[in-house]
């Protein structure tokens, strides 16, 4: 087998690897950081915020693989520490001064949504600036009871750097037994965006709008109506709100949210009021709770929501709550958030996620012309392939819609998803071997130049899939 062929077949069997398969080892490393580092944090401090900070903060380090390359490693000891420190700040505030406490929260995420206008580096300060306020949300601020080895206020900072050291642990464990591979995803060329009007702001300005306007609204009926558990209705208004990818995409999560959360309610109703398990017991629960989202995810955010509600659920019983007191009003305070995320998304200027689902087939088009330039000195379809993900992180939505979309629309958006996904392997195929007939150039031009009429969209791609396939074929 020549080195084209290999090339090509390893990509296939990448592209053919099961979600499940992917996620498995990632889930295991990211829960043996955590317990490392939440007996190491009880061994200091027996705060059960503490502990619940701790995990995570291993979880949000473990999903954002800061710690996969050198530059990741330093940000990340300056960024945790900071997170610690402004989560606990900002639960302070939200304990002590609540209205102040809202404010600060509101604009905070404002400003981390609005800074994605200023291109990628603005957008990775956005998401560290995003994160202590979605760690508040999932560890809201607990006075502290006890008096550890280390002063309350020294302890975010402590806890940050002990699930920086344990993640790197494992995952350097992990990488040197072949278990994770470092992260290669190549960027993708976005066009500049458009200029900005006051009628018409662009997407980013929008979805900072549209989430600051839903926090705002949850605050207020979440103090005004559930004044004890004010943070599920902000959270869940937060949630599917953010990585807001069209008003399709947050409606499909909002569906998930609610329905994950009603499974995961009737669990921890059961796990707290039928089983006899003392505080240990819970805990070994909770971590395989949080293990089981991690490593279903992928399959459906449904998965994710269901047992992180029954994580946050049984930690109550930590708290001096009991689980079953508070499930069904939970449950209501969830469906509440739900309602005002979609709401806002859906009716204050609102982002189209056939937009959005345009521009991103536009981009993976982009890249496969770029990839297929026979001026180019070497080629390499990683772009086109990261661009394909771009696609497919936004289909489950489409997917979901399909056999309603089908009645109230002409366009058929989840396949021109199908048909784009369809050109992946025919595609590398073409650009390993670096010729290209002139049939395939002639149906990229066209495909692309569809983007700007709905209607012709999925002839386009259907006459580029056959062309692709024919050509890889020869």
Same mark, same amino acid.
């Given at each position: 087998m020549d080195a084209t062929n290999r090339i090509s077949a390893s990509f296939r069997a990448g592209a053919a690897r099961p979600p499940l398969t992917r996620t498995l080892v990632e889930a295991v490393?990211?829960? #043996?950081?955590?317990?490392?580092?939440?007996?190491?944090?009880?061994?200091?401090? %027996? @705060?059960?915020?503490?502990?619940?900070?701790?995990?995570v903060l291993c979880l949000s380090l473990s999903r954002s693989q800061l710690d996969r390359d050198r530059r990741g490693r330093i940000e990340a000891f300056f960024v945790l520490p900071a997170v610690g420190l402004a989560a606990a700040g900002i639960g302070i505030l939200l304990f002590r001064f609540p209205i102040v406490g809202a404010t600060v929260f509101t604009t905070g995420m404002f400003v981390s949504i609005w800074l994605r206008r200023f291109g990628p580096m603005a957008r990775r300060v956005g998401s560290l600036i995003a994160l202590p306020f979605v760690t508040l949300l999932t560890v809201p601020y607990l006075p502290p009871r006890h008096h550890g080895l280390v002063p309350p206020v020294l302890m975010p900072i402590l806890i940050a750097l002990l699930a920086l050291f344990w993640?790197?642990?494992?995952?350097?464990?992990?990488?040197?037994?072949r278990l994770l591979?470092?992260?290669?995803?190549?960027?993708?060329?976005?066009?500049?965006?458009?200029? @900005?009007?006051?009628?018409?702001?662009?997407?980013?300005?929008? &979805?900072?709008?549209? &989430?600051?306007?839903?926090?705002?609204?949850?605050?207020?009926?979440?103090? #005004?109506?559930? %004044?004890?558990?004010?943070?599920?209705?902000?959270?869940?208004?937060?949630?599917?709100n953010s990585g807001n990818r069209g008003r399709l995409d947050v409606a499909h999560k909002s569906v998930q949210r609610v329905l994950g959360a009603a499974a995961g309610t009737m669990v921890a109703g059961l796990v707290s009021t039928h089983l006899d398990i003392d505080r240990h017991a819970m805990v070994v629960v909770m971590l395989a709770a949080v293990f089981l989202g991690m490593w279903l995810r992928p399959?459906?955010?449904?998965?994710?929501?269901?047992?992180?509600?029954?994580?946050?659920?049984?930690?109550?019983?930590?708290?001096?709550?009991? +689980?079953?007191?508070?499930?069904?009003?939970?449950? @209501? @305070?969830?469906?509440?958030?739900?309602?005002?995320?979609?709401?806002?998304?859906?009716?204050?200027?609102?982002?189209?996620?056939?937009?959005?689902?345009?521009?991103?087939?536009?981009?993976? #088009?982009?890249? #496969? +012309?770029?990839?297929?330039?026979?001026?180019?000195p070497t080629r390499a379809p990683g772009a086109f392939f990261t661009a394909l993900h771009a696609v497919e992180q936004i289909a489950p939505a489409f997917r979901a819609s399909r056999h309603v979309a089908r009645y109230v629309r002409k366009d058929r958006p989840a396949e021109w998803i199908d048909l784009l996904l369809a050109c992946r392997e025919p595609g590398g195929r073409l650009i390993e071997q670096g010729n290209a007939p002139a049939s395939v150039y002639q149906a990229l031009g066209h495909a692309r130049r569809s983007m700007r009429e709905p209607a012709t969209i999925l002839p386009a791609l259907q006459q580029l899939q056959a062309s692709l396939q024919q050509a890889g074929s020869e």
């Open positions: 490393t990211a829960l #043996l950081a955590s317990i490392a580092t939440l007996l190491c944090v009880l061994a200091i401090s %027996p @705060e059960s915020g503490s502990g619940v900070l701790a995990v993640v790197n642990v494992v995952h350097v464990l992990a990488q040197a037994l591979k470092p992260v290669t995803l190549q960027a993708v060329a976005h066009p500049a965006a458009p200029a @900005e009007s006051s009628l018409r702001p662009i997407a980013s300005t929008r &979805m900072a709008i549209q &989430m600051a306007l839903a926090l705002a609204l949850a605050f207020a009926i979440g103090y #005004l109506a559930f %004044p004890q558990h004010w943070a599920w209705v902000v959270l869940t208004a937060f949630i599917v399959i459906s955010y449904g998965w994710w929501a269901l047992f992180v509600t029954v994580v946050l659920a049984l930690l109550q019983d930590f708290v001096g709550v009991p +689980a079953s007191h508070v499930l069904w009003s939970r449950l @209501e @305070e969830i469906a509440v958030g739900a309602v005002i995320g979609v709401a806002v998304a859906w009716f204050v200027l609102p982002v189209r996620s056939t937009a959005i689902l345009r521009r991103r087939i536009a981009d993976a #088009l982009a890249a #496969l +012309a770029t990839a297929l330039d026979r001026q180019q």
